[in-house]
Protein backbone atom coordinates (compact mmCIF):
# COMPACT_ATOMS: atom_id res chain seq x y z
CA UNK A 1 0.00 0.00 0.00
CA UNK A 2 1.38 3.22 -0.56
CA UNK A 3 0.41 6.63 1.17
CA UNK A 4 -2.81 8.19 0.04
CA UNK A 5 -2.76 11.14 -2.19
CA UNK A 6 -6.54 11.04 -3.32
CA UNK A 7 -8.13 14.57 -3.44
CA UNK A 8 -4.68 16.67 -3.43
CA UNK A 9 -3.78 18.69 -6.47
CA UNK A 10 -1.13 16.07 -8.65
CA UNK A 11 1.48 18.64 -8.42
CA UNK A 12 1.68 18.56 -4.63
CA UNK A 13 0.85 14.94 -4.86
CA UNK A 14 3.88 14.35 -6.98
CA UNK A 15 5.98 16.40 -4.51
CA UNK A 16 4.62 14.45 -1.78
CA UNK A 17 5.80 11.39 -3.61
CA UNK A 18 8.86 12.10 -4.38
CA UNK A 19 9.86 13.12 -1.06
CA UNK A 20 9.10 9.72 0.17
CA UNK A 21 9.31 7.13 -3.29
CA UNK A 22 12.30 5.16 -1.25
CA UNK A 23 10.17 4.99 2.01
CA UNK A 24 7.18 3.55 0.53
CA UNK A 25 9.05 1.08 -2.13
CA UNK A 26 10.51 -0.39 1.39
CA UNK A 27 7.29 -0.55 2.93
CA UNK A 28 6.10 -2.31 -0.04
CA UNK A 29 9.09 -4.67 -0.20
CA UNK A 30 7.78 -5.42 3.32
CA UNK A 31 3.98 -6.30 2.68
CA UNK A 32 3.60 -10.21 3.14
CA UNK A 33 2.02 -10.32 -0.93
CA UNK A 34 4.62 -8.73 -2.25
CA UNK A 35 7.61 -10.20 0.13
CA UNK A 36 6.14 -13.69 -0.93
CA UNK A 37 5.90 -12.91 -4.44
CA UNK A 38 9.32 -11.83 -4.66
CA UNK A 39 10.64 -14.75 -2.80
CA UNK A 40 8.76 -17.32 -5.35
CA UNK A 41 10.77 -15.34 -8.31
CA UNK A 42 14.16 -15.29 -6.71
CA UNK A 43 13.48 -19.65 -5.61
CA UNK A 44 12.47 -20.71 -9.33
CA UNK A 45 13.05 -18.50 -12.13
CA UNK A 46 16.55 -20.16 -12.41
CA UNK A 47 15.04 -23.51 -12.97
CA UNK A 48 12.82 -22.04 -15.97
CA UNK A 49 14.56 -22.22 -19.30
CA UNK A 50 11.93 -22.26 -21.87
CA UNK A 51 8.66 -19.61 -21.96
CA UNK A 52 5.95 -23.04 -21.82
CA UNK A 53 8.13 -23.82 -18.44
CA UNK A 54 7.45 -20.18 -17.38
CA UNK A 55 3.77 -19.96 -17.97
CA UNK A 56 3.13 -23.43 -16.21
CA UNK A 57 4.66 -21.73 -13.15
CA UNK A 58 1.73 -19.37 -12.49
CA UNK A 59 3.72 -17.94 -9.34
CA UNK A 60 6.40 -16.91 -10.91
CA UNK A 61 5.08 -15.90 -14.74
CA UNK A 62 2.33 -13.63 -12.49
CA UNK A 63 5.44 -11.75 -10.98
CA UNK A 64 7.51 -11.19 -14.45
CA UNK A 65 4.41 -10.09 -16.08
CA UNK A 66 3.72 -7.49 -13.31
CA UNK A 67 7.05 -6.29 -13.71
CA UNK A 68 6.08 -5.40 -17.49
CA UNK A 69 2.95 -3.82 -16.12
CA UNK A 70 1.09 -6.35 -18.62
CA UNK A 71 -1.00 -7.66 -15.56
CA UNK A 72 -4.26 -7.54 -17.73
CA UNK A 73 -2.49 -9.89 -19.92
CA UNK A 74 -1.64 -12.82 -17.13
CA UNK A 75 -4.19 -15.09 -18.34
CA UNK A 76 -3.40 -14.69 -22.38
CA UNK A 77 -0.85 -17.64 -21.23
CA UNK A 78 -0.92 -18.90 -25.08
CA UNK A 79 -0.11 -15.28 -26.69
CA UNK A 80 2.72 -14.25 -24.09
CA UNK A 81 4.02 -17.61 -24.51
CA UNK A 82 4.05 -17.32 -28.59
CA UNK A 83 5.43 -13.72 -27.72
CA UNK A 84 8.37 -15.17 -26.07
CA UNK A 85 9.07 -17.83 -28.30
CA UNK A 86 9.24 -15.13 -31.19
CA UNK A 87 12.20 -14.43 -33.80
CA UNK A 88 13.12 -11.21 -32.85
CA UNK A 89 14.93 -10.82 -36.64
CA UNK A 90 11.58 -11.78 -38.68
CA UNK A 91 9.60 -8.45 -39.00
CA UNK A 92 6.06 -11.18 -39.27
CA UNK A 93 6.66 -12.56 -36.70
CA UNK A 94 4.31 -12.33 -33.57
CA UNK A 95 6.67 -9.75 -31.12
CA UNK A 96 7.33 -7.71 -33.95
CA UNK A 97 3.59 -7.40 -34.79
CA UNK A 98 2.58 -6.23 -31.70
CA UNK A 99 2.68 -2.17 -31.67
CA UNK A 100 2.45 -2.22 -27.73
CA UNK A 101 6.24 -1.51 -26.70
CA UNK A 102 5.53 -3.76 -23.26
CA UNK A 103 5.78 -7.18 -25.24
CA UNK A 104 8.94 -6.34 -27.13
CA UNK A 105 10.39 -5.15 -23.46
CA UNK A 106 9.32 -8.48 -21.85
CA UNK A 107 10.73 -10.26 -24.90
CA UNK A 108 14.12 -8.63 -25.17
CA UNK A 109 14.30 -9.11 -21.22
CA UNK A 110 13.38 -12.81 -21.11
CA UNK A 111 15.95 -13.50 -23.84
CA UNK A 112 14.40 -17.07 -24.64
CA UNK A 113 14.77 -16.54 -28.63
CA UNK A 114 17.37 -14.28 -29.71
CA UNK A 115 18.64 -13.85 -33.91
CA UNK A 116 20.45 -16.92 -33.33
CA UNK A 117 17.58 -19.03 -32.75
CA UNK A 118 15.96 -20.35 -29.65
CA UNK A 119 18.58 -20.38 -26.48
CA UNK A 120 18.76 -21.00 -22.73
CA UNK A 121 18.48 -17.57 -21.21
CA UNK A 122 20.20 -18.60 -18.08
CA UNK A 123 18.33 -17.15 -15.41
CA UNK A 124 21.00 -17.75 -12.45
CA UNK A 125 22.39 -14.23 -12.96
CA UNK A 126 21.43 -12.65 -9.47
CA UNK A 127 22.25 -9.26 -11.17
CA UNK A 128 19.73 -10.03 -13.53
CA UNK A 129 17.23 -11.33 -11.33
CA UNK A 130 16.98 -8.31 -9.00
CA UNK A 131 16.52 -5.88 -12.03
CA UNK A 132 13.50 -7.83 -12.53
CA UNK A 133 12.52 -7.20 -8.60
CA UNK A 134 13.10 -3.86 -8.42
CA UNK A 135 11.02 -3.21 -12.24
CA UNK A 136 7.99 -5.19 -10.39
CA UNK A 137 8.16 -2.88 -7.02
CA UNK A 138 8.81 -0.17 -9.47
CA UNK A 139 5.63 -1.02 -11.78
CA UNK A 140 3.46 -1.61 -8.03
CA UNK A 141 4.56 2.12 -7.20
CA UNK A 142 3.58 3.73 -9.98
CA UNK A 143 0.05 1.64 -10.50
CA UNK A 144 -0.58 2.15 -6.98
CA UNK A 145 -0.26 5.78 -7.24
CA UNK A 146 -1.87 5.88 -11.16
CA UNK A 147 -4.79 4.15 -9.57
CA UNK A 148 -5.57 7.15 -7.14
CA UNK A 149 -4.41 10.26 -9.63
CA UNK A 150 -4.43 8.93 -12.96
CA UNK A 151 -2.51 12.46 -14.29
CA UNK A 152 0.11 11.47 -11.77
CA UNK A 153 0.21 8.24 -13.27
CA UNK A 154 0.61 9.35 -16.35
CA UNK A 155 3.85 11.96 -15.25
CA UNK A 156 5.18 8.75 -14.01
CA UNK A 157 5.52 6.98 -17.09
CA UNK A 158 6.47 9.67 -19.00
CA UNK A 159 9.64 9.77 -16.33
CA UNK A 160 9.97 6.52 -16.45
CA UNK A 161 10.15 6.16 -20.54
CA UNK A 162 11.42 9.65 -21.69
CA UNK A 163 14.90 8.60 -21.87
CA UNK A 164 13.95 5.75 -24.30
CA UNK A 165 12.36 7.93 -26.48
CA UNK A 166 14.67 8.37 -29.58
CA UNK A 167 10.64 9.63 -32.11
CA UNK A 168 7.02 10.41 -32.29
CA UNK A 169 6.73 6.84 -33.36
CA UNK A 170 7.85 5.53 -29.43
CA UNK A 171 5.50 7.90 -28.10
CA UNK A 172 2.54 7.52 -30.71
CA UNK A 173 2.45 3.36 -29.95
CA UNK A 174 2.14 4.03 -25.95
CA UNK A 175 -1.30 5.38 -24.71
CA UNK A 176 -0.29 7.17 -21.91
CA UNK A 177 2.52 8.74 -23.28
CA UNK A 178 0.53 9.95 -25.94
CA UNK A 179 -1.90 11.16 -23.75
CA UNK A 180 1.17 12.80 -21.42
CA UNK A 181 2.48 14.58 -24.87
CA UNK A 182 -1.53 15.49 -26.33
CA UNK A 183 -2.54 17.36 -23.58
CA UNK A 184 0.92 19.30 -22.83
CA UNK A 185 1.05 20.16 -26.56
CA UNK A 186 -2.13 21.58 -26.23
CA UNK A 187 -3.09 19.07 -29.14
CA UNK A 188 -6.92 18.03 -30.06
CA UNK A 189 -7.83 14.73 -28.85
CA UNK A 190 -9.30 14.53 -32.47
CA UNK A 191 -6.00 13.93 -33.54
CA UNK A 192 -6.10 10.51 -32.36
CA UNK A 193 -8.14 9.69 -35.64
CA UNK A 194 -5.72 10.96 -38.45
CA UNK A 195 -3.13 8.68 -39.98
CA UNK A 196 -0.20 7.98 -37.63
CA UNK A 197 2.42 10.00 -40.26
CA UNK A 198 -0.04 12.73 -39.91
CA UNK A 199 -0.03 12.67 -36.24
CA UNK A 200 3.41 12.84 -36.30
CA UNK A 201 3.90 15.56 -38.14
CA UNK A 202 1.68 17.57 -35.71
CA UNK A 203 3.86 16.69 -32.88
CA UNK A 204 7.29 17.78 -34.44
CA UNK A 205 5.59 21.17 -35.21
CA UNK A 206 5.24 21.61 -31.96
CA UNK A 207 8.35 20.17 -30.20
CA UNK A 208 11.74 18.81 -31.49
CA UNK A 209 11.67 15.57 -29.91
CA UNK A 210 15.32 16.17 -29.38
CA UNK A 211 14.88 18.15 -26.54
CA UNK A 212 13.38 16.34 -24.90
CA UNK A 213 17.22 15.21 -23.68
CA UNK A 214 16.56 18.68 -21.81
CA UNK A 215 15.69 18.79 -18.05
CA UNK A 216 13.93 21.57 -18.12
CA UNK A 217 11.84 21.02 -21.15
CA UNK A 218 10.82 17.91 -19.19
CA UNK A 219 10.38 20.10 -16.18
CA UNK A 220 7.97 22.38 -18.21
CA UNK A 221 5.95 19.48 -19.99
CA UNK A 222 5.20 18.05 -16.81
CA UNK A 223 4.35 21.66 -15.53
CA UNK A 224 1.99 22.00 -18.08
CA UNK A 225 0.09 18.62 -18.47
CA UNK A 226 0.03 18.50 -14.25
CA UNK A 227 -1.77 22.14 -14.67
CA UNK A 228 -4.06 21.49 -17.46
CA UNK A 229 -4.90 18.26 -16.36
CA UNK A 230 -6.18 19.45 -12.74
CA UNK A 231 -8.11 21.75 -14.73
CA UNK A 232 -9.88 19.13 -16.65
CA UNK A 233 -10.33 16.83 -14.44
CA UNK A 234 -10.01 18.58 -10.75
CA UNK A 235 -9.40 16.42 -7.99
CA UNK A 236 -12.02 15.93 -5.41
CA UNK A 237 -11.93 17.47 -2.19
CA UNK A 238 -9.85 15.79 0.37
CA UNK A 239 -11.59 14.23 3.23
CA UNK A 240 -10.38 14.75 6.71
CA UNK A 241 -9.86 11.14 6.84
CA UNK A 242 -8.27 10.80 3.92
CA UNK A 243 -5.57 13.44 4.67
CA UNK A 244 -5.13 11.52 7.96
CA UNK A 245 -4.19 8.39 6.21
CA UNK A 246 -1.40 10.87 4.79
CA UNK A 247 0.27 10.68 7.69
CA UNK A 248 -1.49 7.16 8.75
CA UNK A 249 -1.29 4.81 5.74
CA UNK A 250 -0.96 1.44 7.34
CA UNK A 251 -5.19 2.16 8.47
CA UNK A 252 -7.74 2.78 10.97
CA UNK A 253 -6.35 1.75 14.49
CA UNK A 254 -2.82 1.11 13.10
CA UNK A 255 -0.01 2.37 15.00
CA UNK A 256 0.59 6.42 14.06
CA UNK A 257 3.94 6.49 11.98
CA UNK A 258 5.21 10.39 11.42
CA UNK A 259 6.34 10.89 8.11
CA UNK A 260 8.48 14.17 7.21
CA UNK A 261 7.27 15.44 3.44
CA UNK A 262 10.36 17.08 2.08
CA UNK A 263 8.29 19.23 -0.39
CA UNK A 264 9.85 21.47 -3.26
CA UNK A 265 7.07 25.03 -3.55
CA UNK A 266 6.10 25.30 -6.88
CA UNK A 267 7.14 27.86 -9.12
CA UNK A 268 4.64 27.99 -11.96
CA UNK A 269 2.76 30.61 -14.19
CA UNK A 270 -0.48 30.07 -15.91
CA UNK A 271 0.57 32.23 -18.67
CA UNK A 272 3.84 29.76 -19.53
CA UNK A 273 1.18 26.55 -20.39
CA UNK A 274 0.81 29.10 -23.91
CA UNK A 275 3.87 29.70 -24.51
Given amino acids: MVISIGGLGSQIALNIIDSTRQRQIISLREQP ?33 KAFDLEEQIFGKGMIRKVLESDPSDETSLVNRLTDPRFGELHAA ?3 TTEDGPTDPG ?9 IVERYFNRVFVNDNAAQNDTVGNVLHFREEVADIDNWYDVLKDTRLTDFFQV ?3 LPKELAGLEVDAQKLRYEEKLNIADLKDPKVREDLEAKYIAISDVLNPPQTLSGSRLASLFNPVGIGAQFVPLTLEISPVTFSASSLYR
Avoid: C
Fill in 33 to 65: EHERAASAFRERIASISTPAELVKDFEVYSFVM
Fill in 110 to 112: MGF
Fill in 123 to 131: FDNPVWVEQ
Fill in 184 to 186: ALG
